[in-house]
Each structure stands twice: as structure tokens, then as C-alpha cells.
């Protein structure tokens, strides 16, 4: 019985969770404080800081493979 209830609750989480956006809100949800970063300029100062004391540099975005071809 429990299993069902959970089950059902899962279902109901992942089906809630989709939303259509009108295009008149899309403008308020693409602002700087919605982004998963909103202040890129102090993560560059940290990675600069963190080059320093550290001594070694990258790692810390998303480029392609290792075969060179970026």
C-alpha cells in the first residue's frame, strides 16, 4: 500500500514539475538573478585567486573532449 501511495506521489511530482511558459513571462524568468550563475565576474576573481594559491589552472568549465578538437 505504501509503495502505491509513493509511486502515485513520484508520478504526480514528475507530471507538476513541466510548465509551459508564456512568452510574455519569459522576458522575468531570463533575468541575471535566474541564472544558475548570477555573478560570472566574481567566479572568474575566485578561479584567478584559486590559479594563484593553488598553482595550477582550469577544470573549471565545460570544454570539449580530450582529442583537441574544441
Known sequence: MALNKSLIFL???FLSSC???KQIDRGR???K???LNPLPEESTFLD???TYREGAAG???AVGGGCGCN
Open 11 to 13: 508520478i504526480f511530482l
Open 19 to 21: 510548465a509551459n511558459v
Open 29 to 31: 524568468h531570463s533575468t
Open 33 to 35: 538573478i535566474m541564472s
Open 48 to 50: 584567478s585567486v584559486n
Open 59 to 61: 577544470g573549471t568549465g
